[in-house]
Nanobody, 115 residues
C-alpha cells in the first residue's frame, strides 16, 4: 500500500504564491508518475501537472507559465510551486502517484485564492 500526504495549501490573495508538497510512503515502485490534480466545487477533477521519475513534465494549459512541478526521488516527494495565483485556481488539490495499473491519491489540500 502507498500513502500520500499533502501539505502547503491555504488562503492567498490573487497574484500571490503557494507551494504544495506531497510525501509518498509505503511500497513504491521506483518508476512512477507523480502529479497534482484539482477539483473545484461542482466540477470534475482535472490534471494540473505531472512529472515522471525521470523528470518529464506536462501541464494543463491553464497553469502553464505560472505553476512548476518538481520532485525529489530520494525523498519520494513531489512539489507544486504556484505563482500568479488567480481566483479560478481555487480548488482542493490532490496528489497522485501511479505506475502500471496502480494509482494512489492523497486526501487533498484546500487552496483558496481571494480576489
Amino acid at each position: 500500500q502507498v500513502q500520500l500526504v499533502e501539505s502547503g495549501g491555504g488562503l492567498v490573495q490573487a497574484g500571490g504564491s503557494l507551494r504544495l508538497s506531497c510525501v509518498a510512503s509505503g511500497s513504491i515502485f521506483s518508476i512512477n508518475v507523480m502529479g497534482w490534480y484539482r477539483q473545484a466545487p461542482g466540477e470534475q477533477r482535472e490534471l494540473v501537472a505531472r512529472i515522471t521519475s525521470s523528470g518529464l513534465t506536462n501541464y494543463a494549459d491553464s497553469v502553464k507559465g505560472r505553476f512548476t512541478i518538481s520532485r525529489d526521488n530520494a525523498k519520494n516527494t513531489v512539489y507544486l510551486q504556484m505563482n500568479s495565483l488567480k481566483p479560478e485556481d481555487t480548488a482542493v488539490y490532490y496528489c497522485n502517484m501511479a505506475w502500471g495499473r496502480n494509482a494512489y491519491w492523497g486526501q487533498g489540500t484546500q487552496v483558496t485564492v481571494s480576489s
